[in-house]
């Protein structure tokens, strides 16, 4: 189950138009997208590394990817509020971001615990 660059350009997509849409119709600063970013990238990290995961563990690689994830979103909102952004428009940005967590938990999750066979 290898992870190819059309895969991860359905991931990579929405942000990218998350960025254009949050800094040239809400005129926001598109930094309010590094949780996102961050979460992208242990995403493909993860998937990537998919293969190499044992198939039979099913919901402790879940677990797994869950909680990584899940710290990834936090170190990602801790170095937001290192770089001194307005929390209003954080919050706005918000919006846009909840949906992509959820796709990025979901979908990476089954990537992860090869639900997705090859």
């Not at 189950?1 to 119709?25: D, Q, R």
């Not at 949780?35 to 690689?61: D, G, H, N, R, W």
């Not at 990602?76 to 929390?87: E, F, S």
């Amino acid at each position: 189950m290898n992870t190819s660059l059309l895969e991860i350009t359905y991931f990579a997509l929405p942000l990218v138009i998350m960025g254009f849409f949050l800094k040239y119709v809400f005129k926001l600063d598109s930094t309010l997208l590094l949780p996102s970013a961050i979460m992208f990238v242990l995403f493909v990290v993860l998937t990537a590394c998919s293969p190499l995961t044992p198939k039979k563990f099913e919901s402790q690689l879940f677990t797994l990817f869950c909680i990584l994830e899940v710290v990834a979103l936090v170190v990602g909102i801790v170095l937001l509020a290192k770089t001194q952004i307005v929390w209003k428009h954080f919050f706005i940005s918000l919006s846009f971001q909840l949906f992509y967590w959820i796709l990025l938990f979901y979908y990476g999750g089954i990537r992860f615990t090869h639900k997705f066979g090859a």
